[in-house]
């Protein structure tokens, strides 16, 4: 396989036209190199870690002698005794690529995705193109057990039955590889064009440089049934009889690795890239269903997950990096993504997000009072907050509505004022507010009644102010028989009853302070007119013709020479003497 390095790059994202603030770059200069092991007598296949954690790859497996990794992380294997070729990708998922074989023993794939298999029973190497075709590769072979497949395309072919290695240029050329072999099981070739050798019955693993030289790799080694080679030269043996592998680092230092291995057939190394995520996500909106995919890299793929800081409501990240929903609040929303793969170190990255929400506004403002300052603050919601401003009618004189949405200042005129007040942030709709505001005074009144008398009719307006128009009422003492105070403060009706009255009436609109007015009112009684006029003569006295008018007893009577007629008196002349 060929090598791959990536850089991993936690790439700031730009969120909303902005660089989110703080934004992480995590470089990793070299990948890692992981070990995958077909371990044969324990049916399964290996993932052994550089720290030297060892997981499990694929499921019902019978006898996996074959594993090969391409360079997404995508593990082969030859599932020798289920005749099948499997495939697990990054995630876990697995498929087969074909079943169509009869106990296949080795398995490649090309830098395309092509799969080559060495269809043991079959006696033929199989090529799986990208798109599910099956071609055949080689000609006369016997129980081919490895395939390789270098950089150029072309195949080479552990010939077990032959005892060669065949290769197969791409323009279908073969050629033969090395020399006095023994029952070859496998094969490897390493970027130089290098071709290593599992010389199964010799015991040994045969180097052949690209110049034809033969030499020999490893110590102790015994019945090899597999071999691989990484990019930084390290050789991998499937020591098969001794139960282990063993790894030959470029400057020959040999070591073991893997533990608890059962008679291990296949092996290769699998590069593992740390994670690079990008990713430019646009703003979002309420109510409005959302998706964006960020873009991963690494071998294995990266998973995401949010690790920080809150989604917002209504969204979710996936495992493969998809955020959506439908975003049920706006505002600013800052939280860390975290991709992984397994390979150290995770990336982090914290990001920043708007959800833009269309603006609402909301309020009634109370009554103010002329001359008294006044503030009102409208309640606002959407992202981003929305500027308020007037948009018919006209305020209070005194008053002003400020951009946030506060109705604030000392009002000069009483009267009842009706407008419209909008809510806007360049996202639709806006919203409109219909405001009727009542600036009220205090109220005042003032007044003196006459007096009144009693039986006759009587009427007296006390004058008032104030806005609303106060409401009168009596508030202390007690009225005249016979008198009501009406609500508007007219004192009326037809005293009863004479006297003095002493009582307090009050005008009131809800503005404090009331006023109220104390009052003292006297009814009189009216004059008592008598129905005729007493009998008799009453004595004169005074200078000749001057009559004497007396009264007694309430009676007005006239001296001789005088009548009363109809309440008028008339005197009756004389002619003169």
Same mark, same amino acid.
């Given at each position: 396989?060929?090598?791959?390095?990536?850089?991993?790059?936690?790439?700031?994202?730009?969120?909303?036209?902005?660089?989110?603030?703080?934004?992480?770059?995590?470089?990793?200069?070299?990948?890692?190199?992981?070990?995958?092991?077909?371990?044969?007598?324990?049916?399964?296949?290996?993932?052994?870690?550089?720290?030297?954690?060892?997981?499990?790859?694929?499921?019902?497996?019978?006898?996996?002698?074959?594993?090969?990794?391409?360079?997404? +992380?995508? *593990?082969?294997? @030859?599932?020798?005794?289920? /005749?099948?070729? %499997?495939? $697990?990708?990054? =995630? #876990? !998922?697995? &498929?087969?690529?074909?079943?169509?074989?009869?106990?296949?023993?080795?398995?490649?794939?090309?830098?395309?995705?092509?799969?080559?298999?060495?269809?043991?029973?079959?006696?033929?190497?199989?090529?799986?193109?990208?798109?599910?075709?099956?071609?055949?590769?080689?000609?006369?072979?016997?129980?081919?057990?490895?395939?390789?497949?270098?950089?150029?395309?072309?195949?080479?072919?552990?010939?077990?039955?032959?005892?060669?290695?065949?290769?197969?240029?791409?323009?279908?050329?073969?050629?033969?590889?090395?020399?006095?072999?023994?029952?070859?099981?496998?094969?490897?070739?390493?970027?130089? +064009?290098? *071709?290593?050798? @599992?010389?199964?019955?010799? /015991?040994?693993? %045969?180097? $052949?440089?690209? =110049? #034809? !030289?033969? &030499?020999?790799?490893?110590?102790?080694?015994?019945?090899?049934?597999?071999?691989?080679?990484?990019?930084?030269?390290?050789?991998?043996?499937?020591?098969?009889?001794?139960?282990?592998?063993?790894?030959?680092?470029?400057?020959?230092?040999?070591?073991?690795?893997?533990?608890?291995?059962?008679?291990?057939?296949?092996?290769?190394?699998?590069?593992?890239?740390?994670?690079?995520?990008?990713?430019?996500?646009?703003?979002?909106?309420?109510?409005?269903?959302?998706?964006?995919?960020?873009?991963?890299?690494?071998?294995?793929?990266?998973?995401?997950?949010?690790?920080?800081?809150?989604?917002?409501?209504?969204?979710?990240?996936?495992?493969?990096?998809?955020?959506?929903?439908?975003?049920?609040?706006?505002?600013?929303?800052?939280?860390?993504?975290?991709?992984?793969?397994?390979?150290?170190?995770?990336?982090?990255?914290?990001?920043?997000?708007?959800?833009?929400?269309?603006?609402?506004?909301?309020?009634?403002?109370?009554?103010?009072?002329?001359?008294?300052?006044?503030?009102?603050?409208?309640?606002?919601?959407?992202?981003?907050?929305?500027?308020?401003?007037?948009?018919?009618?006209?305020?209070?004189?005194?008053?002003?509505?400020?951009?946030?949405?506060?109705?604030?200042?000392?009002?000069?005129?009483?009267?009842?004022?009706?407008?419209?007040?909008?809510?806007?942030?360049?996202?639709?709709?806006?919203?409109?507010?219909?405001?009727?505001?009542?600036?009220?005074?205090?109220?005042?009144?003032?007044?003196?009644?006459?007096?009144?008398?009693?039986?006759?009719?009587?009427?007296?307006?006390?004058?008032?102010?104030?806005?609303?128009?106060?409401?009168?009422?009596?508030?202390?003492?007690?009225?005249?028989?016979?008198?009501?105070?009406?609500?508007?403060?007219?004192?009326?009706?037809?005293?009863?009853?004479?006297?003095?009255?002493?009582?307090?009436?009050?005008?009131?609109?809800?503005?404090?302070?009331?006023?109220?007015?104390?009052?003292?009112?006297?009814?009189?009684?009216?004059?008592?007119?008598?129905?005729?006029?007493?009998?008799?003569?009453?004595?004169?006295?005074?200078?000749?013709?001057?009559?004497?008018?007396?009264?007694?007893?309430?009676?007005?009577?006239?001296?001789?020479?005088?009548?009363?007629?109809?309440?008028?008196?008339?005197?009756?002349?004389?002619?003169?003497?």
């Amino acid at each position: 396989m060929s090598g791959v390095t990536v850089a991993a790059i936690a790439s700031a994202l730009l969120i909303g036209g902005g660089w989110a603030s703080g934004a992480d770059r995590a470089f990793a200069e070299t990948p890692a190199t992981y070990t995958y092991i077909a371990d044969t007598n324990n049916n399964r296949v290996v993932k052994l870690a550089p720290d030297g954690r060892q997981t499990t790859v694929g499921s019902g497996l019978t006898f996996p002698s074959g594993v090969a990794v391409d360079e997404s +992380g995508q *593990v082969y294997i @030859a599932d020798t005794f289920n /005749s099948r070729v %499997v495939k $697990v990708a990054a =995630d #876990g !998922s697995q &498929t087969t690529v074909t079943s169509d074989l009869s106990r296949p023993f080795g398995v490649a794939v090309d830098a395309s995705g092509a799969v080559y298999i060495a269809d043991t029973d079959m006696w033929r190497v199989v090529k799986i193109a990208t798109d599910g075709t099956p071609t055949t590769v080689g000609t006369g072979l016997r129980y081919p057990y490895g395939v390789a497949v270098d950089q150029a395309g072309a195949v080479y072919i552990a010939d077990s039955g032959n005892h060669r290695v065949l290769k197969v240029a791409s323009d279908g050329t073969e050629t033969t590889v090395g020399t006095d072999l023994n029952y070859p099981q496998a094969v490897a070739v390493d970027d130089s +064009g290098t *071709v290593y050798i @599992a010389d199964q019955e010799a /015991s040994q693993v %045969v180097k $052949v440089a690209p =110049d #034809g !030289s033969q &030499t020999y790799v490893g110590m102790g080694v015994n019945h090899p049934f597999g071999v691989a080679v990484d990019d930084s030269g390290a050789v991998y043996i499937a020591n098969t009889s001794e139960s282990q592998v063993l790894k030959i680092a470029a400057d020959g230092v040999q070591t073991t690795v893997g533990d608890g291995l059962a008679a291990p057939e296949g092996v290769a190394p699998g590069v593992s890239a740390p994670v690079q995520v990008t990713g430019v996500a646009p703003a979002g909106t309420t109510g409005v269903e959302y998706s964006f995919t960020y873009t991963r890299q690494g071998i294995p793929l990266p998973d995401l997950s949010v690790t920080a800081g809150a989604l917002p409501p209504g969204l979710s990240l996936s495992a493969d990096g998809v955020l959506s929903g439908t975003p049920t609040q706006g505002g600013t929303f800052t939280f860390t993504i975290t991709g992984s793969n397994g390979v150290d170190p995770d990336v982090t990255l914290p990001v920043t997000l708007d959800v833009n929400a269309a603006p609402t506004i909301a309020g009634s403002p109370p009554p103010a009072v002329a001359g008294e300052a006044y503030s009102f603050p409208f309640t606002t919601s959407g992202f981003p907050a929305p500027d308020i401003s007037l948009t018919a009618g006209s305020l209070p004189p005194g008053l002003s509505l400020s951009v946030d949405g506060v109705l604030s200042g000392t009002p000069t005129q009483a009267g009842t004022f009706e407008f419209t007040v909008t809510a806007s942030n360049g996202f639709d709709p806006d919203a409109s507010l219909p405001v009727s505001i009542e600036v009220s005074t205090t109220p005042t009144i003032a007044g003196s009644p006459p007096a009144a008398v009693t039986g006759t009719a009587y009427a007296y307006p006390f004058t008032t102010s104030g806005f609303p128009a106060p409401h009168v009422s009596l508030t202390a003492g007690s009225l005249p028989p016979g008198l009501t105070l009406a609500a508007d403060g007219t004192l009326s009706g037809t005293p009863t009853q004479t006297g003095s009255f002493a009582f307090t009436v009050t005008a009131s609109n809800g503005t404090a302070p009331d006023a109220s007015l104390p009052v003292t009112l006297n009814v009189n009684a009216a004059p008592v007119i008598p129905s005729s006029t007493p009998s008799g003569t009453l004595a004169t006295t005074g200078s000749s013709g001057t009559p004497l008018l007396v009264v007694a007893a309430g009676l007005l009577l006239t001296a001789a020479g005088a009548t009363l007629t109809a309440g008028r008196l008339r005197r009756r002349q004389h002619p003169s003497r």
